[in-house]
C-alpha cells in the first residue's frame, strides 16, 4: 500500500473524493499551502484519478468502501480505508467507541423488524431509529414513541435509507438509541498527523434546527473541567481509530455533566467553519496540513465567534447580512436554493 513518507513538496497534487463545499473551501486552503488540487466524483475514473494525485483525501463519509479500498492500493490515502469503514456506519462507530472506553448512548442494532422489536423493547421507549448508513442532517432517522407503530417507523427509516442509496451504497439496517435529555450538543474537531502529533480546537456548542445545523457557538459555555474532557475524548478518539487527517466528534452533554459521544465524521465539519475567520489555523488548513504530512498548525482562538448557516433562501439576504461590517459572509456558489440546503454561513466575531 503506498504511503507519503516525507512531506508533500508545494506544487504537489491533493485529490479530494467529493465535490461540495466542505471540498471547495479545503481546496482553498490547500492552495494558499501551494498545492493543487483535484476534486472526484465520477466512479469510473478511479486509475485515472489516482495517477494524477499524489495524496486522497475525502471530504464526505458516504463512499463506497470498494471505491476507496481500490484507490488505497494505487496511492496514499488519509485518512484511510479503515478509519473510513467504522465512521460511515452508526453501528461500527458505537462499537468502536465503547471498545476504547468512550461512552455513547444505549444502543442496539436492528437488522430486521423482529430485530427492531426486539431492540425497542430493550432500550424501551422513547426513542430513535437511525439507518445504519447514508444518514446525515436527521435524514433516516425516526423517532418511536409510545404509540408509535413499528412496522411503519421501519418503513419509513428503511425509505430514508434507500433515498440515500442513490450516492452509492447499500442500505444497512437500523440501530435503535435511548434519547439523551442533554444539557447542550457539542463538538471537538481534531487533527492527528501521521507522527502522531494531535492538536484540538475548543469544543464548541452546536444549535440545530429540523435537525440540521443552525448556529455554532464558539466556545461552548461549559465549566473548564467538561471542556478538557470533551477535548480529551476527541484526542483519544483520534489516536485510537488511527487517524491521518481531521476527525470530528459530536457529542451531548447531559445535566450532570457526562459525555457521550453521538457521531464522528472523519473530515472538515460543519461545526468548524468559525475556525476560518477566528483562529489562527483554520479547520480547512489543518485539515491539508496533516494529510500532506505538514506540520501541525496552532488551533488558538483569536476571538469568540458564532457561525450561522445559511440554509435555502435565507442567503439571498446576503446584502443585508454584509451591512453589519463584522460579519464574515461565506456563500458556496451553488445554483439552486433547495429548503434546508446549505448555501452558506457567516460568521460574526465577538471581541472581548
Ligand atoms: P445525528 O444524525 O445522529 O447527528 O442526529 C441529528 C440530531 O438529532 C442530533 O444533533 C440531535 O439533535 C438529535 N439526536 C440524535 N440522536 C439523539 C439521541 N439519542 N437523543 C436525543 N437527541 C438525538
Not at 439507518?131 to 419509513?156: C, F, H, M, N, P
Amino acid at each position: 500500500m503506498p504511503e507519503l513518507t516525507h512531506p508533500l513538496p508545494p506544487g504537489s497534487t491533493i485529490g479530494i473524493l467529493g465535490s461540495g463545499q466542505l471540498g471547495r473551501m479545503t481546496a482553498s486552503a490547500a492552495a494558499r499551502l501551494g498545492y493543487r488540487c483535484h476534486a472526484y466524483d465520477d466512479a469510473a475514473a478511479l486509475t485515472r484519478f489516482a495517477e494524477a494525485v499524489d495524496v486522497v483525501t475525502f471530504e464526505f463519509e458516504n463512499i463506497p468502501l470498494t471505491t476507496v479500498e481500490v484507490l488505497e492500493k494505487l496511492v496514499p490515502l488519509r485518512p484511510g480505508a479503515s478509519v473510513l469503514k467504522i465512521c460511515q456506519h452508526r453501528l461500527r462507530e458505537k462499537d468502536f467507541c465503547n471498545g476504547v472506553s468512550v461512552p455513547t448512548t444505549a444502543y442496539r442494532a436492528a437488522g430486521d423488524l423482529a430485530g427492531l422489536e426486539q431492540a425497542v423493547a430493550e432500550i424501551g421507549r422513547p426513542c430513535i431509529l437511525k439507518s445504519a448508513e447514508l444518514g446525515y442532517d436527521g435524514k433516516g432517522q425516526v423517532r418511536i414513541d409510545a404509540t408509535s407503530d413499528l412496522t411503519q417507523a421501519w418503513a419509513a427509516m428503511r425509505g430514508h435509507a434507500a433515498e440515500g442509496a442513490s450516492v452509492g451504497g447499500s442500505a444497512a439496517g437500523g440501530v435503535v438509541e435511548a434519547i439523551v435529555e442533554f444539557r447542550m450538543e457539542i463538538s471537538v474537531i481534531v487533527a492527528r498527523s501521521a507522527d502522531d502529533s494531535i492538536r484540538s480546537f475548543v469544543p464548541v456548542e452546536n444549535r440545530h434546527k429540523n435537525h440540521i445545523l443552525d448556529e455554532t457557538i464558539a466556545p461552548a459555555n461549559l465549566p473548564g473541567e467538561v471542556a478538557d474532557r470533551a477535548e480529551a475524548i476527541a484526542r483519544h478518539l483520534a489516536k485510537e481509530i488511527g487517524l491521518v487527517g481531521l476527525l470530528a466528534v459530536e457529542m451531548f452533554v447531559t445535566h450532570d455533566n457526562k459525555i457521550l459521544v453521538n457521531e464522528l465524521a472523519p473530515r472538515p465539519h460543519n461545526s468548524g467553519h468559525w475556525t476560518l475567520d477566528a483562529c489562527v489555523t483554520s479547520q480547512f488548513e489543518q485539515f491539508v496540513r496533516a494529510v500532506a504530512g505538514l506540520p501541525l498548525g496552532a488551533t488558538d482562538r483569536l476571538c469568540d465567534a458564532v457561525m450561522k448557516n445559511l440554509l435555502g433562501d435565507e442567503a439571498d439576504d446576503w446584502l443585508r447580512i454584509l451591512s453589519d461590517p463584522g460579519a464574515k459572509l461565506h456563500l458556496y456558489g451553488k445554483a439552486e436554493a433547495r429548503p434546508g440546503r446549505k448555501m452558506g454561513h457567516v460568521t460574526r466575531l465577538i471581541r472581548r
